[in-house]
Protein backbone atom coordinates (compact mmCIF):
# COMPACT_ATOMS: atom_id res chain seq x y z
CA UNK A 1 0.00 0.00 0.00
CA UNK A 2 1.37 3.43 -1.01
CA UNK A 3 0.78 5.96 2.16
CA UNK A 4 -0.51 9.28 1.60
CA UNK A 5 2.78 10.46 2.85
CA UNK A 6 4.88 9.07 0.67
CA UNK A 7 3.19 11.13 -2.14
CA UNK A 8 2.93 14.30 -0.11
CA UNK A 9 5.84 16.08 -2.24
CA UNK A 10 4.64 14.71 -5.44
CA UNK A 11 1.15 16.75 -5.15
CA UNK A 12 3.02 19.58 -4.83
CA UNK A 13 3.74 19.83 -8.44
CA UNK A 14 -0.24 20.12 -9.72
CA UNK A 15 -0.84 22.86 -11.23
CA UNK A 16 -4.34 23.88 -12.81
CA UNK A 17 -4.98 26.46 -15.61
CA UNK A 18 -8.44 28.22 -14.90
CA UNK A 19 -10.28 29.62 -18.00
CA UNK A 20 -10.91 33.51 -17.78
CA UNK A 21 -14.57 32.73 -19.28
CA UNK A 22 -15.55 30.46 -16.48
CA UNK A 23 -15.91 33.95 -14.33
CA UNK A 24 -18.01 35.32 -17.05
CA UNK A 25 -21.73 35.20 -17.42
CA UNK A 26 -22.64 32.24 -19.60
CA UNK A 27 -25.18 29.74 -20.20
CA UNK A 28 -27.60 27.74 -22.88
CA UNK A 29 -29.07 28.82 -25.90
CA UNK A 30 -32.35 29.71 -23.86
CA UNK A 31 -30.97 31.84 -21.34
CA UNK A 32 -27.95 33.46 -19.74
CA UNK A 33 -28.31 34.32 -16.09
CA UNK A 34 -26.34 37.25 -15.19
CA UNK A 35 -25.28 37.22 -11.19
CA UNK A 36 -23.51 40.02 -8.60
CA UNK A 37 -20.40 40.59 -9.09
CA UNK A 38 -19.77 38.80 -11.89
CA UNK A 39 -16.63 40.73 -13.50
CA UNK A 40 -17.40 43.15 -15.97
CA UNK A 41 -13.34 43.82 -17.22
CA UNK A 42 -10.45 41.34 -18.32
CA UNK A 43 -8.84 42.53 -15.10
CA UNK A 44 -11.64 41.72 -13.05
CA UNK A 45 -11.91 37.84 -14.22
CA UNK A 46 -8.43 37.41 -13.48
CA UNK A 47 -9.00 38.95 -10.21
CA UNK A 48 -11.30 36.13 -9.40
CA UNK A 49 -8.68 33.57 -11.00
CA UNK A 50 -5.82 35.05 -8.65
CA UNK A 51 -8.42 34.76 -5.43
CA UNK A 52 -9.40 30.67 -6.86
CA UNK A 53 -5.33 30.53 -6.63
CA UNK A 54 -4.94 32.29 -3.30
CA UNK A 55 -7.02 30.02 -1.65
CA UNK A 56 -6.40 26.94 -3.17
CA UNK A 57 -2.53 27.15 -4.27
CA UNK A 58 -3.63 25.00 -7.44
CA UNK A 59 -4.61 27.26 -9.98
CA UNK A 60 -1.55 29.38 -10.62
CA UNK A 61 -2.21 30.88 -14.38
CA UNK A 62 -5.34 31.69 -16.27
CA UNK A 63 -5.93 30.69 -19.61
CA UNK A 64 -7.60 33.91 -22.07
CA UNK A 65 -9.68 33.94 -24.73
CA UNK A 66 -9.06 36.09 -27.68
CA UNK A 67 -11.32 38.32 -28.85
CA UNK A 68 -12.81 37.76 -25.43
CA UNK A 69 -10.18 39.25 -23.57
CA UNK A 70 -8.91 41.37 -26.01
CA UNK A 71 -7.11 44.59 -24.30
CA UNK A 72 -5.12 47.41 -25.58
CA UNK A 73 -1.87 46.58 -24.11
CA UNK A 74 -1.20 42.89 -23.21
CA UNK A 75 2.24 43.39 -21.10
CA UNK A 76 0.14 45.62 -18.74
CA UNK A 77 -2.31 42.79 -18.14
CA UNK A 78 0.07 40.68 -17.51
CA UNK A 79 1.73 42.54 -15.18
CA UNK A 80 -1.33 43.31 -13.28
CA UNK A 81 -1.58 39.25 -13.30
CA UNK A 82 1.92 38.95 -11.79
CA UNK A 83 0.97 41.24 -9.32
CA UNK A 84 -1.61 39.70 -8.33
CA UNK A 85 0.32 36.35 -8.01
CA UNK A 86 -0.52 34.36 -11.30
CA UNK A 87 0.20 33.89 -14.82
CA UNK A 88 -1.10 34.62 -18.50
CA UNK A 89 -1.54 31.22 -19.82
CA UNK A 90 -2.71 29.22 -22.69
CA UNK A 91 -3.86 32.10 -25.46
CA UNK A 92 -7.24 30.36 -27.32
CA UNK A 93 -8.11 31.88 -30.38
CA UNK A 94 -11.47 31.99 -31.84
CA UNK A 95 -12.95 31.83 -34.85
CA UNK A 96 -16.49 30.77 -34.58
CA UNK A 97 -18.29 34.51 -33.71
CA UNK A 98 -18.27 36.10 -36.26
CA UNK A 99 -20.40 36.19 -39.36
CA UNK A 100 -17.50 35.52 -41.92
CA UNK A 101 -17.58 31.88 -40.33
CA UNK A 102 -21.10 30.89 -40.60
CA UNK A 103 -19.85 28.22 -43.44
CA UNK A 104 -16.13 27.41 -41.92
CA UNK A 105 -13.12 29.20 -40.59
CA UNK A 106 -9.83 27.52 -41.63
CA UNK A 107 -12.00 25.51 -43.76
CA UNK A 108 -14.34 27.54 -45.50
CA UNK A 109 -14.25 27.36 -49.56
CA UNK A 110 -13.93 30.93 -49.53
CA UNK A 111 -9.67 31.77 -49.43
CA UNK A 112 -10.89 35.20 -48.37
CA UNK A 113 -11.91 33.95 -45.17
CA UNK A 114 -9.38 31.52 -44.52
CA UNK A 115 -7.10 34.33 -44.65
CA UNK A 116 -9.05 36.02 -42.31
CA UNK A 117 -8.66 32.89 -40.15
CA UNK A 118 -5.03 32.40 -40.13
CA UNK A 119 -4.78 36.08 -39.60
CA UNK A 120 -6.86 35.97 -36.46
CA UNK A 121 -4.39 33.03 -35.44
CA UNK A 122 -1.21 35.45 -35.88
CA UNK A 123 -2.59 38.12 -33.98
CA UNK A 124 -2.60 35.48 -31.88
CA UNK A 125 0.49 34.86 -31.77
CA UNK A 126 1.57 38.28 -31.33
CA UNK A 127 -0.66 38.37 -28.14
CA UNK A 128 0.94 35.35 -26.89
CA UNK A 129 4.49 37.31 -27.18
CA UNK A 130 3.70 39.49 -24.72
CA UNK A 131 1.91 37.51 -22.31
CA UNK A 132 4.48 35.05 -22.41
CA UNK A 133 2.07 32.51 -23.70
CA UNK A 134 3.68 29.33 -24.39
CA UNK A 135 0.36 27.85 -26.20
CA UNK A 136 -1.81 28.95 -28.34
CA UNK A 137 -5.10 26.61 -28.14
CA UNK A 138 -7.12 26.18 -31.71
CA UNK A 139 -10.53 24.81 -31.63
CA UNK A 140 -12.72 25.17 -34.84
CA UNK A 141 -16.51 25.13 -34.73
CA UNK A 142 -16.14 24.21 -38.08
CA UNK A 143 -18.20 21.58 -39.95
CA UNK A 144 -21.67 20.71 -41.69
CA UNK A 145 -24.80 20.39 -40.82
CA UNK A 146 -25.78 18.31 -44.06
CA UNK A 147 -24.60 15.54 -46.35
CA UNK A 148 -22.92 17.57 -49.53
CA UNK A 149 -23.26 20.71 -48.17
CA UNK A 150 -19.25 20.64 -47.96
CA UNK A 151 -16.23 19.07 -49.84
CA UNK A 152 -15.28 17.29 -46.85
CA UNK A 153 -11.75 16.09 -48.15
CA UNK A 154 -10.56 19.53 -49.54
CA UNK A 155 -12.26 21.46 -46.25
CA UNK A 156 -8.95 19.02 -44.84
CA UNK A 157 -6.36 19.99 -46.99
CA UNK A 158 -7.18 23.46 -46.46
CA UNK A 159 -7.27 23.07 -42.55
CA UNK A 160 -3.76 21.65 -43.61
CA UNK A 161 -2.88 24.96 -45.37
CA UNK A 162 -4.27 26.89 -42.83
CA UNK A 163 -2.89 25.58 -39.66
CA UNK A 164 1.22 25.05 -41.46
CA UNK A 165 0.81 28.94 -42.11
CA UNK A 166 -0.11 29.37 -38.07
CA UNK A 167 2.40 26.87 -36.63
CA UNK A 168 5.93 28.47 -38.81
CA UNK A 169 5.00 31.57 -36.83
CA UNK A 170 5.44 30.30 -33.81
CA UNK A 171 8.99 30.76 -31.98
CA UNK A 172 10.47 27.83 -30.58
CA UNK A 173 9.43 27.77 -27.36
CA UNK A 174 5.72 28.05 -28.41
CA UNK A 175 3.64 25.50 -29.10
CA UNK A 176 0.17 25.02 -31.35
CA UNK A 177 -2.36 22.60 -29.64
CA UNK A 178 -5.34 21.38 -31.64
CA UNK A 179 -8.54 20.59 -29.95
CA UNK A 180 -11.45 18.02 -30.91
CA UNK A 181 -15.06 17.69 -30.87
CA UNK A 182 -17.08 15.13 -32.13
CA UNK A 183 -20.00 17.55 -32.46
CA UNK A 184 -21.42 20.85 -31.89
CA UNK A 185 -22.03 23.25 -33.27
CA UNK A 186 -22.15 21.37 -36.81
CA UNK A 187 -24.35 18.55 -36.59
CA UNK A 188 -23.69 16.07 -39.95
CA UNK A 189 -19.72 16.38 -40.13
CA UNK A 190 -16.92 19.04 -38.26
CA UNK A 191 -13.71 19.08 -39.36
CA UNK A 192 -11.71 17.95 -35.79
CA UNK A 193 -14.28 15.32 -34.90
CA UNK A 194 -11.58 13.26 -32.82
CA UNK A 195 -8.23 12.65 -31.85
CA UNK A 196 -6.86 10.75 -34.47
CA UNK A 197 -7.46 13.68 -36.62
CA UNK A 198 -5.85 16.35 -34.46
CA UNK A 199 -3.00 13.63 -34.70
CA UNK A 200 -2.74 13.41 -38.14
CA UNK A 201 -2.65 17.25 -38.59
CA UNK A 202 -0.41 17.78 -35.57
CA UNK A 203 1.93 14.82 -37.15
CA UNK A 204 2.26 17.36 -40.40
CA UNK A 205 3.33 20.51 -38.56
CA UNK A 206 6.04 19.00 -36.43
CA UNK A 207 7.24 18.51 -32.78
CA UNK A 208 5.75 21.15 -31.34
CA UNK A 209 2.31 20.89 -32.58
CA UNK A 210 0.12 18.32 -29.87
CA UNK A 211 -3.38 17.29 -29.20
CA UNK A 212 -6.20 19.06 -26.41
CA UNK A 213 -8.13 16.36 -24.97
CA UNK A 214 -11.29 18.04 -24.30
CA UNK A 215 -13.15 15.31 -21.50
CA UNK A 216 -16.71 16.70 -22.73
CA UNK A 217 -15.74 16.42 -26.58
CA UNK A 218 -16.59 12.63 -27.03
CA UNK A 219 -19.54 9.96 -27.59
CA UNK A 220 -20.69 8.89 -24.70
CA UNK A 221 -19.05 5.51 -23.48
CA UNK A 222 -15.53 6.54 -24.96
CA UNK A 223 -12.44 5.44 -22.86
CA UNK A 224 -11.01 8.39 -22.54
CA UNK A 225 -7.77 7.33 -20.68
CA UNK A 226 -7.00 4.85 -23.53
CA UNK A 227 -6.74 8.00 -25.71
CA UNK A 228 -4.43 9.83 -23.06
CA UNK A 229 -2.28 6.83 -22.75
CA UNK A 230 -2.29 6.49 -26.45
CA UNK A 231 -1.40 10.18 -26.61
CA UNK A 232 1.39 10.24 -23.88
CA UNK A 233 2.99 7.37 -25.91
CA UNK A 234 3.55 9.26 -28.80
CA UNK A 235 4.55 12.51 -27.39
CA UNK A 236 1.70 14.27 -28.48
CA UNK A 237 -0.74 14.80 -25.42
CA UNK A 238 -0.63 19.08 -25.09
CA UNK A 239 -3.27 19.92 -22.74
CA UNK A 240 -6.61 18.55 -20.85
CA UNK A 241 -9.84 20.69 -21.27
CA UNK A 242 -11.15 19.77 -18.17
CA UNK A 243 -14.67 19.39 -17.24
CA UNK A 244 -17.64 16.72 -17.22
CA UNK A 245 -20.80 16.15 -18.61
CA UNK A 246 -23.96 14.21 -18.57
CA UNK A 247 -25.43 13.89 -22.03
CA UNK A 248 -23.46 16.28 -24.85
CA UNK A 249 -21.11 19.06 -24.02
CA UNK A 250 -21.81 20.00 -20.84
CA UNK A 251 -18.83 21.93 -19.38
CA UNK A 252 -19.96 21.17 -16.18
CA UNK A 253 -17.61 21.16 -12.93
CA UNK A 254 -14.79 18.37 -13.64
CA UNK A 255 -15.74 15.29 -11.21
CA UNK A 256 -19.03 16.40 -10.41
CA UNK A 257 -20.27 13.71 -13.18
CA UNK A 258 -18.10 10.91 -13.10
CA UNK A 259 -15.20 11.24 -10.47
CA UNK A 260 -14.03 7.82 -11.29
CA UNK A 261 -13.25 8.44 -15.13
CA UNK A 262 -11.50 11.63 -13.84
CA UNK A 263 -9.31 9.26 -11.78
CA UNK A 264 -8.74 6.84 -14.81
CA UNK A 265 -8.05 9.44 -16.76
CA UNK A 266 -5.54 10.55 -13.93
CA UNK A 267 -3.72 7.29 -13.74
CA UNK A 268 -3.10 7.10 -17.08
CA UNK A 269 -1.63 10.93 -17.41
CA UNK A 270 0.95 9.73 -14.31
CA UNK A 271 1.22 6.51 -15.66
CA UNK A 272 2.24 7.97 -19.13
CA UNK A 273 4.51 10.79 -17.38
CA UNK A 274 2.08 13.51 -17.80
CA UNK A 275 2.37 15.12 -14.39
CA UNK A 276 5.19 16.49 -12.12
CA UNK A 277 8.86 17.02 -13.28
CA UNK A 278 9.70 17.18 -17.12
CA UNK A 279 6.31 16.93 -18.24
CA UNK A 280 4.77 19.28 -20.14
CA UNK A 281 1.18 18.73 -20.21
CA UNK A 282 -1.32 21.43 -19.28
CA UNK A 283 -3.94 20.73 -17.13
CA UNK A 284 -6.53 23.59 -17.78
CA UNK A 285 -10.37 23.47 -17.17
CA UNK A 286 -12.79 24.30 -19.82
CA UNK A 287 -15.87 25.14 -17.69
CA UNK A 288 -19.02 27.38 -17.28
CA UNK A 289 -21.14 28.15 -14.40
CA UNK A 290 -24.80 28.98 -15.53
CA UNK A 291 -26.49 28.29 -12.12
CA UNK A 292 -23.50 27.70 -9.65
CA UNK A 293 -21.62 30.65 -8.37
CA UNK A 294 -18.09 31.07 -10.62
CA UNK A 295 -15.61 31.77 -8.05
CA UNK A 296 -16.65 29.01 -6.14
CA UNK A 297 -17.38 26.69 -9.00
CA UNK A 298 -13.93 26.58 -10.18
CA UNK A 299 -12.87 26.51 -6.31
CA UNK A 300 -14.27 22.77 -6.13
CA UNK A 301 -12.80 21.98 -9.53
CA UNK A 302 -9.56 22.22 -8.86
CA UNK A 303 -9.92 20.77 -5.52
CA UNK A 304 -11.90 17.65 -7.27
CA UNK A 305 -8.96 17.55 -9.37
CA UNK A 306 -5.99 17.44 -6.63
CA UNK A 307 -8.40 14.91 -4.71
CA UNK A 308 -8.50 12.50 -7.64
CA UNK A 309 -4.67 12.83 -8.32
CA UNK A 310 -4.03 12.42 -5.38
CA UNK A 311 -5.72 8.78 -5.27
CA UNK A 312 -4.23 8.40 -8.53
CA UNK A 313 -0.87 9.11 -7.39
CA UNK A 314 -1.51 6.52 -4.47
CA UNK A 315 -1.91 3.73 -6.67
CA UNK A 316 0.20 0.37 -5.80
CA UNK A 317 1.81 0.33 -9.13
CA UNK A 318 4.48 -2.23 -8.29
CA UNK A 319 1.80 -4.13 -6.42
CA UNK A 320 -0.48 -4.23 -9.77
CA UNK A 321 1.79 -5.05 -11.70
CA UNK A 322 2.40 -7.97 -10.08
CA UNK A 323 -1.07 -9.11 -9.96
CA UNK A 324 -0.98 -7.89 -13.86
CA UNK A 325 2.16 -10.11 -14.58
CA UNK A 326 0.67 -13.31 -12.36
CA UNK A 327 -2.43 -12.72 -14.74
CA UNK A 328 -4.37 -12.06 -11.28
CA UNK A 329 -7.91 -10.33 -12.90
CA UNK A 330 -9.50 -9.52 -10.37
CA UNK A 331 -6.69 -8.64 -7.66
CA UNK A 332 -5.62 -6.33 -9.97
CA UNK A 333 -8.85 -5.17 -10.32
CA UNK A 334 -8.75 -4.69 -6.35
CA UNK A 335 -5.97 -3.18 -6.37
CA UNK A 336 -6.97 -0.29 -8.82
CA UNK A 337 -9.87 0.38 -6.90
CA UNK A 338 -8.42 0.39 -3.51
CA UNK A 339 -6.90 3.52 -4.73
CA UNK A 340 -9.84 5.24 -6.10
CA UNK A 341 -11.85 4.52 -2.95
CA UNK A 342 -9.05 5.68 -0.48
CA UNK A 343 -10.89 8.88 1.26
CA UNK A 344 -8.22 11.21 1.06
CA UNK A 345 -9.71 14.77 2.42
CA UNK A 346 -8.46 14.79 5.93
CA UNK A 347 -5.30 14.37 4.53
CA UNK A 348 -5.22 16.81 2.29
CA UNK A 349 -6.48 19.09 4.31
CA UNK A 350 -3.76 18.43 6.98
CA UNK A 351 -1.25 18.94 3.76
CA UNK A 352 -2.98 22.27 2.64
CA UNK A 353 -2.38 23.36 6.36
CA UNK A 354 1.01 22.62 6.77
CA UNK A 355 1.76 24.77 3.90
CA UNK A 356 0.00 27.80 4.30
CA UNK A 357 -3.45 26.87 3.03
CA UNK A 358 -6.68 26.91 4.33
CA UNK A 359 -7.47 23.13 5.41
CA UNK A 360 -10.97 23.81 3.66
CA UNK A 361 -10.83 26.09 0.58
CA UNK A 362 -13.98 26.33 -0.11
CA UNK A 363 -15.01 27.49 3.62
CA UNK A 364 -12.29 29.99 4.14
CA UNK A 365 -13.35 31.58 0.71
CA UNK A 366 -16.77 31.87 1.91
CA UNK A 367 -16.01 33.39 4.88
CA UNK A 368 -13.45 35.42 3.27
CA UNK A 369 -15.78 38.74 2.66
CA UNK A 370 -14.72 38.08 -0.80
CA UNK A 371 -18.17 37.56 -2.72
CA UNK A 372 -19.64 40.49 -0.51
CA UNK A 373 -16.66 42.88 -1.83
CA UNK A 374 -17.39 42.16 -5.54
CA UNK A 375 -21.17 42.33 -5.10
CA UNK A 376 -20.62 45.99 -3.89
CA UNK A 377 -17.86 47.10 -6.40
CA UNK A 378 -19.18 45.58 -9.63
CA UNK A 379 -21.72 47.73 -10.42
CA UNK A 380 -22.59 49.05 -13.39
CA UNK A 381 -20.57 48.65 -16.58
CA UNK A 382 -21.54 45.32 -18.63
CA UNK A 383 -20.81 41.95 -17.12
CA UNK A 384 -18.53 39.88 -19.17
CA UNK A 385 -19.94 36.35 -21.46
CA UNK A 386 -19.23 35.15 -24.33
CA UNK A 387 -18.30 38.03 -26.67
C1 LIG B 1 -15.66 24.22 -27.57
O1 LIG B 1 -16.77 23.51 -27.14
C2 LIG B 1 -14.73 24.53 -26.44
O2 LIG B 1 -14.50 23.38 -25.68
C3 LIG B 1 -13.44 25.14 -26.91
O3 LIG B 1 -12.37 24.86 -26.04
C4 LIG B 1 -13.78 26.59 -26.83
O4 LIG B 1 -12.69 27.45 -26.93
C5 LIG B 1 -14.45 26.58 -25.50
O5 LIG B 1 -15.30 25.46 -25.58
C6 LIG B 1 -15.18 27.75 -25.06
O6 LIG B 1 -15.71 27.43 -23.78
MN1 LIG C 1 -12.60 23.04 -24.71
MN1 LIG D 1 -16.35 22.31 -25.30
Not at 3 to 24: C, H, K, N, Q
Amino acid sequence: MTTFDEIATRLEALAIEVPSWAYGNSGTRFKVFGSPGTPRTVEEKIADAATVHRFTGLAPSVALHIPWDLVDDFARLREYAEGLGVALGTINSNTFQDDDYKLGSLTHADPAVRRKAVQHNLDCIEVMHATGSRDLKIWLADGTNYPGQGDIRARQDWLAEGLAEIYVQLSDDQRLVLEYKFFEPAFYHTDVPDWGTSLVHCLGLGDRAKVCLDTGHHAPGTNIEFIVAQLLRLGRLGSFDFNSRFYADDDLIVGAADPFQLFRILVEVIRGGGFGQGSDVALMLDQCHNVEGKVPGQIRSVLNVQEMTARALLLDTAALEKARVAGDVLLANEIYMDAFYTDVRRDLAAWREERGLPADPMRAYLESGYQAQIEAERVGGAQAGWS
